[in-house]
């Protein structure tokens, strides 16, 4: 089955446009990827970052980091052949599935950037002593994987990721069907498309954001309140929440 369909509007992407969206997202793609896996060595080579919780938030996220950039750097690649105006795509349905799959997992990231906000908070409440709050990490890994896990087996059993943009992720396919209500969608649901975005990706983005700002403000005013902590760990934190 023939699946390209044309556009029926005129800003329709040239093929040196379509080679852009394919080929530029992979350099930073592997610029991530040697991040991550640098992170990890540190970390996995010195047993006493290990011991700590701030690290171990770090290296799960360096983990979906990896993950990131794989996804990133397969691209379009991914994609079913004749997906309209994809360049590179050699992929199966399959393969955009699982591509969709690891990039709203990979929402884990933005969302534990929040969490080192919120540890470094708990930490200067503590006088950084960790043992008082290491009770909170199990929490933290766990409302990270609640946010990320069902909506992703969700997405995926409603047959919701498909091609968008460089790669596969909330959208219906083929894409005319988003525009033209006369054309059906193959995959997914063109009604609930903007909807799944939003409850899935953009309200928990936004909500992860709010967050570390009011965890950075507490953070500035028990800083005020406080006369003898480690202004090294206080940067540290401070920079974690800004981020």
């Not at 992929?91 to 929040?114: D, E, K, N």
């Not at 409440?125 to 409302?143: C, L, M, Q, T, Y």
């Amino acid at each position: 089955v023939q699946i390209r369909r044309l556009y029926r509007f005129s800003d329709y992407p040239t093929e040196t446009e379509q080679k852009l969206v394919a080929l530029l997202p992979k350099f930073p793609a592997f610029l991530a990827f040697l991040s991550s896996v640098c992170v990890i060595v540190s970390l996995l080579r010195n047993a006493q970052k290990r011991k700590k919780m701030y690290h171990r938030i770090a290296f799960a996220m360096a983990c979906y980091g990896i993950v990131q950039a794989f996804n990133m750097s397969a691209g379009t690649s991914a994609f079913p052949p004749g997906t309209s105006y994809t360049y590179g795509a050699a992929g199966t349905v399959t393969s955009c599935t699982v591509q969709g799959m690891l990039t709203q997992m990979t929402l884990a990231i933005p969302y534990y950037y929040s969490s080192l906000s919120v540890y470094c908070f708990l930490a200067i409440r503590a006088d950084f002593k960790e043992e008082r709050i290491v009770w909170i990490e199990p929490w933290i890994h766990g409302i990270i994987h609640m946010l990320t896990l069902p909506s992703t087996i969700f997405l995926a059993a409603t047959e919701s990721l498909n091609p968008l943009g460089p790669v596969c992720w909330i959208a219906a396919f083929p894409e005319i069907c988003l525009i033209d209500a006369n054309e059906p969608c193959i995959r997914g649901d063109a009604s609930k498309v903007e909807f799944y975005q939003m409850i899935f990706v953009a309200i928990p983005i936004y909500l992860s954001f709010i967050l570390a700002a009011v965890m950075m403000i507490m953070i500035y005013r028990t800083q005020d309140q406080s006369c003898c902590l480690e202004e090294e760990e206080i940067i540290k934190c401070g920079v974690s929440a800004l981020v």
